[in-house]
């Protein structure tokens, strides 16, 4: 399966943006499906997981409750659904998959063999 994550841009703190993750050589249905980010001159950090079985999410403390990782039923995209965004939150955002994945692991980037190219979100004060 290939990855590619779309829907980027610059939006105002307090604005949301949409993210979406779609797959094309297959589906998404055995997957964990991860978001990344890297901030300039940071390590890419993870943001929210995905299991497509059972729909289980998983996200890091600092976007609880501002940010939802959804599914769509046909098992090709994923979507990052991003509120109450924060400077902090301006990063190019990757999308990533992978099978197999204990849910104690969802978080590890050296974990995920297929990545998405970036997409550039920017958050200006």
């Known amino acids: 399966v290939q990855l590619q994550a779309s829907g980027g841009g610059l939006v105002q703190a307090g604005g949301s943006l949409r993210l979406s993750c779609a797959a094309s050589?297959?589906?998404?249905?055995?997957?964990?499906v991860g978001w990344f980010r890297q901030a300039p001159g940071k390590e890419r950090a993870f943001v929210a997981a995905?299991?497509?079985?059972?729909?289980?999410?998983y996200y890091a403390d600092s976007v609880k409750g501002r940010f939802t990782i959804s599914r769509e039923n046909a098992e090709k995209t994923v979507y990052l659904q991003m509120n109450s965004l924060k400077p902090e939150d301006t990063a190019v955002y990757y999308c990533?998959?992978?099978?197999?994945?204990?849910?104690?692991?969802?978080?590890?980037?050296?974990?995920?063999?297929?990545w998405g190219q970036g997409t550039l979100v920017t958050v200006s004060s």
């Open positions: 990533a998959a992978q099978s197999g994945l204990m849910q104690s692991s969802v978080s590890r980037r050296d974990l995920y063999h297929t």
């Open positions: 995905l299991r497509w079985s059972g729909g289980h999410t």
């Open positions: 050589g297959g589906t998404l249905r055995n997957y964990f």
